[in-house]
Protein backbone atom coordinates (compact mmCIF):
# COMPACT_ATOMS: atom_id res chain seq x y z
CA UNK A 1 0.00 0.00 0.00
CA UNK A 2 1.52 3.25 -1.18
CA UNK A 3 2.32 5.68 2.22
CA UNK A 4 0.16 8.42 1.12
CA UNK A 5 -2.86 6.22 0.82
CA UNK A 6 -1.83 4.15 4.32
CA UNK A 7 -1.78 7.91 5.61
CA UNK A 8 -5.26 8.71 4.69
CA UNK A 9 -6.66 5.25 5.83
CA UNK A 10 -5.04 6.03 9.28
CA UNK A 11 -5.79 9.15 9.91
CA UNK A 12 -10.23 8.59 8.23
CA UNK A 13 -9.84 5.56 11.34
CA UNK A 14 -8.18 7.98 13.88
CA UNK A 15 -5.40 5.31 14.55
CA UNK A 16 -3.38 5.13 17.54
CA UNK A 17 -0.58 2.84 18.22
CA UNK A 18 0.83 2.42 21.90
CA UNK A 19 3.79 0.61 22.68
CA UNK A 20 4.49 -0.55 26.52
CA UNK A 21 8.13 -1.34 26.52
CA UNK A 22 7.62 -2.85 30.17
CA UNK A 23 5.73 -5.64 28.49
CA UNK A 24 6.87 -5.26 24.97
CA UNK A 25 3.05 -5.25 23.75
CA UNK A 26 1.95 -2.75 20.68
CA UNK A 27 -2.01 -1.63 21.06
CA UNK A 28 -4.07 -0.26 18.47
CA UNK A 29 -7.11 1.30 18.50
CA UNK A 30 -9.41 3.09 15.97
CA UNK A 31 -12.04 5.40 16.77
CA UNK A 32 -14.98 5.29 13.63
CA UNK A 33 -17.67 8.06 13.92
CA UNK A 34 -20.43 8.57 11.71
CA UNK A 35 -19.37 11.42 9.39
CA UNK A 36 -15.84 9.56 8.69
CA UNK A 37 -17.85 6.04 7.52
CA UNK A 38 -17.91 6.82 4.06
CA UNK A 39 -14.54 8.05 3.82
CA UNK A 40 -13.14 4.87 5.58
CA UNK A 41 -15.56 3.08 2.82
CA UNK A 42 -13.96 4.61 -0.05
CA UNK A 43 -10.41 4.37 1.06
CA UNK A 44 -10.42 0.90 2.19
CA UNK A 45 -11.91 0.49 -1.88
CA UNK A 46 -8.93 2.19 -3.23
CA UNK A 47 -6.65 0.25 -0.87
CA UNK A 48 -8.46 -3.08 -2.36
CA UNK A 49 -8.12 -1.85 -5.65
CA UNK A 50 -4.29 -0.86 -5.40
CA UNK A 51 -3.55 -4.03 -3.62
CA UNK A 52 -5.01 -5.94 -7.13
CA UNK A 53 -3.52 -3.87 -9.27
CA UNK A 54 -0.19 -4.29 -7.89
CA UNK A 55 -0.05 -8.11 -7.62
CA UNK A 56 -1.17 -7.95 -11.04
CA UNK A 57 1.60 -5.73 -12.86
CA UNK A 58 4.24 -6.57 -10.34
CA UNK A 59 4.14 -10.07 -8.27
CA UNK A 60 5.13 -9.01 -4.67
CA UNK A 61 5.56 -6.08 -5.93
CA UNK A 62 3.88 -2.57 -5.28
CA UNK A 63 6.36 0.02 -3.47
CA UNK A 64 7.11 -2.55 -0.64
CA UNK A 65 6.52 0.46 1.48
CA UNK A 66 4.02 -1.07 4.42
CA UNK A 67 3.60 -4.95 4.07
CA UNK A 68 1.46 -6.51 6.54
CA UNK A 69 -1.28 -8.06 8.10
CA UNK A 70 -4.12 -6.08 10.10
CA UNK A 71 -5.75 -8.68 12.52
CA UNK A 72 -8.34 -7.84 14.79
CA UNK A 73 -8.50 -8.73 18.35
CA UNK A 74 -10.58 -8.34 21.28
CA UNK A 75 -9.00 -6.45 24.25
CA UNK A 76 -7.63 -8.34 27.08
CA UNK A 77 -10.25 -9.55 29.51
CA UNK A 78 -13.22 -9.93 26.98
CA UNK A 79 -13.88 -13.74 27.86
CA UNK A 80 -16.60 -16.05 25.17
CA UNK A 81 -19.92 -16.11 25.93
CA UNK A 82 -20.31 -19.48 27.72
Known sequence: ???ALA?????????EVRYNKTHNRLSYRIT???RTLALVDR???KVLVTAINEKA???GG???AMV???CVAPPAGIEPAT
Open 57 to 59: VTP
Open 43 to 45: LVQ
Open 7 to 15: RQLFDALRL
Open 62 to 64: GDG
Open 1 to 3: MPH
Open 68 to 70: GTI
Open 32 to 34: LVG
